[in-house]
T-cell receptor
Framework: DGGITQSPKYLFRKEGQNVTLSCEQN?????MYWYRQDPGQGLRLIYY???????QKGDIAEGYSVSREKKESFPLTVTSAQKNPTAFYLC???????????FGSGTQLSVL | GQQLNQSPQSMFIQEGEDVSMNCTSS?????WLWYKQDPGEGPVLLIA?????ELTSNGRLTAQFGITRKDSFLNISASIPSDVGIYFC???????????FGTGTRLKVLA
């Protein structure tokens, strides 16, 4: 089945630690995105990538980093500089032109 | 960041009832998307709309692209308990990679 796979489902971060969230898609989409979702709030864009080896900051990129070495993969690193990382993280990809946006099942990140 | 105004914010309905919700924007979009999200899960795309006035169905769900291109509507007919969840809209402008999301409608169905 085609889709977007995020792992792990749950992740815990210790103080001062960097953690990486995985996102893999087999939809052959060029564009991929990372969103953050906080309880009772809408989706906020962290980073997006339109093509391999290229990515742009979204609205809340501080404390996060990404890479796009392969079309299928767009991992997100939550660095120790992100002081409030507890949230639900969603990876997404879109069709050419952006007419449809599909999401993965999400990763819940919590701080120990 | 910008969010689309979605109403109602939440609603309780009886099983078998029809449900309507809408999404409004101060600016126009080329695409409207509707999603359902269950707790702890990612949003699932329900319906995509591409043309002003377009009416599209997916089973018991029907969505419309407003003629002003600034709003969209979602109807659920004959609701069932598994319709419980959060529904939200998203607007997209051609040539951009930015999606603007609605504030969400929390639906609760009473059996």
């Amino acid at each position: 089945d085609g889709g977007i796979t995020q792992s792990p489902k749950y992740l815990f971060r210790k103080e001062g630690q960097n953690v990486t969230l995985s996102c893999e898609q087999n939809l052959n989409h060029d564009a991929m995105y990372w969103y953050r979702q906080d309880p009772g709030q809408g989706l906020r864009l962290i980073y997006y990538s339109q093509i391999v080896n290229d990515f742009q900051k979204g609205d809340i990129a501080e404390g996060y980093s990404v890479s796009r070495e392969k079309k299928e993969s767009f991992p997100l690193t939550v660095t120790s500089a992100q002081k409030n990382p507890t949230a639900f993280y969603l990876c997404a990809s879109s069709t050419a032109g952006g007419e449809k946006l599909f999401f993965g099942s999400g990763t819940q990140l919590s701080v120990l | 960041g910008q969010q689309l105004n979605q109403s109602p914010q939440s609603m309780f309905i009886q099983e078998g009832e029809d449900v309507s919700m809408n999404c409004t924007s101060s600016s126009i979009f080329n695409t409207w998307l509707w999603y359902k999200q269950d707790p702890g899960e990612g949003p699932v795309l329900l319906i995509a709309l591409y043309k002003a006035g377009e009416l599209t169905s997916n089973g018991r769900l029907t969505a419309q692209f407003g003629i002003t291109r600034k709003d969209s509507f979602l109807n659920i007919s004959a609701s069932i308990p598994s319709d419980v969840g959060i529904y939200f809209c998203a607007g997209h402008r051609s040539g951009t990679y930015k999606y603007i999301f609605g504030t969400g409608t929390r639906l609760k169905v009473l059996a």
